[in-house]
């Protein structure tokens, strides 16, 4: 007979299942290959160009001006100007990809794709239906997808109910996504008018980026798994950009969350990290750091942090960070077991997952 002690254990062991990535698809300023979006960032090649359309005032300098920087994905012309069409466009690629390389996706599965927050000038002109209607019939297995459109203002822990979804076996296959565009003219004049363009005179600000991408989870018992979620976590963060003067508890709430269940990442070999040049951006991964890993405060430790190169891609950054994470995996010159990857919504939540090679 099963005691109640021997049942907490089976379910506890069956909570923190680790979930598969066995397929991505992907579209951003770098293309649509997974080992140009590693070799883009790692290298440090500026995705960016400057705006022909938007100038930003110099700071102490009357009268002069500089124009801001944007990082279009060069895939997409320029006759694609509003939200709707761009955020569908890269969608549709980076979709098709994936769908292409899952051989067995007739059955209905779940697909899950986060939006830009209906709160920003994109999110208020995205039709979801619209969104939905174009991804079901971009591909033939396109059709059996059940489609949950979510902004991210709605679901911040969207990952997290995804992989219990996987673990308690009430889905055997999840299509997590996200797809965002901040090119277009409403959101660069907001980010102008705010002074929080950044230009090539200033290193610091938001550079508008767009992108797609979508990672298939499931069983890492599939042979074509190459990197595993091991844990992942999401805390609130209150005091965002505060960390000159006071302590910020989010991120570091996350990564130790994770560190408890993952005793083996106590050593920090690599992160992804979702920060900028900022000061307020320094402070708060130093904080981190400290709280979680004081050891590594005089080690290098690898970090790869695509916001530089590629701009902001809001609702994409998590699934594209899971992709460049997986490909860091295929990296041998430099092997790794484990990485961290953490990611900022604007909304001031801190997600930390840990991703493992199988």
């Excluded at 960070?321 to 990296?331: A, K, M, N, P």
Aim: net charge negative; hydrophobic share 35%.
């Amino acid at each position: 007979m099963r005691t109640p002690n021997q049942g907490t254990t089976q379910q506890r062991n069956k909570s923190e299942t680790p979930i598969g990535i066995t397929a991505t698809g992907l579209a951003c300023v770098y293309g649509d290959h997974p080992a140009a979006l590693l070799g883009g960032v790692a290298t440090r090649i500026k995705g960016s160009e400057a705006s022909t359309r938007f100038k930003l005032a110099l700071p102490y300098s009357e009268g002069q001006f500089a124009p801001m920087l944007v990082a279009p994905c060069p895939q997409l012309p320029d006759s694609l100007s509003m939200p709707q069409q761009r955020i569908n466009t890269l969608a549709t690629m980076a979709l098709t990809q994936l769908l292409n390389d899952v051989p067995d996706a007739e059955g209905p599965t779940r697909l899950v794709l986060l939006v830009p927050s209906t709160t920003t000038i994109r999110g208020k002109q995205l039709d979801h239906s619209a969104l939905a209607h174009t991804l079901s019939a971009c591909h033939p297995h396109a059709a059996h997808l059940r489609i949950d459109i979510i902004s991210t203002d709605q679901a911040p822990n969207l990952l997290d109910e995804c992989c219990r979804e996987l673990q308690q076996q009430s889905q055997q296959r999840i299509i997590f996504g996200g797809v965002d565009s901040l090119v277009d003219d409403g959101t660069c004049m907001q980010l102008v008018q705010e002074g929080q363009a950044m230009t090539q005179q200033h290193d610091q600000g938001i550079i508008p980026g767009e992108a797609a991408a979508f990672v298939c989870l499931e069983s890492p018992q599939n042979s074509s798994c190459t990197a595993v979620l091991s844990t992942c976590h999401s805390a609130p963060e209150p005091n965002t950009g505060k960390g000159g003067h006071t302590s910020l508890k989010g991120l570091s709430t996350a990564i130790k969350t994770c560190l408890a269940k993952s005793p083996a990442a106590a050593t920090l070999d690599c992160c992804i990290l979702p920060f900028g040049s900022s000061m307020a951006d320094a402070f708060e991964w130093y904080q981190a750091v400290e709280q979680c890993w004081p050891q590594q405060l005089k080690k290098f430790h690898e970090e790869l942090r695509p916001r530089q190169f590629i701009g902001d891609i809001g609702a994409a950054t998590l699934p594209l960070y899971l992709i460049l994470g997986r490909e860091r995996f295929t990296f041998s010159f430099d092997p790794l077991e484990q990485l961290f990857i953490c990611t900022a919504t604007p909304e001031s939540w801190r997600t930390a997952i840990l991703l493992s090679k199988p």
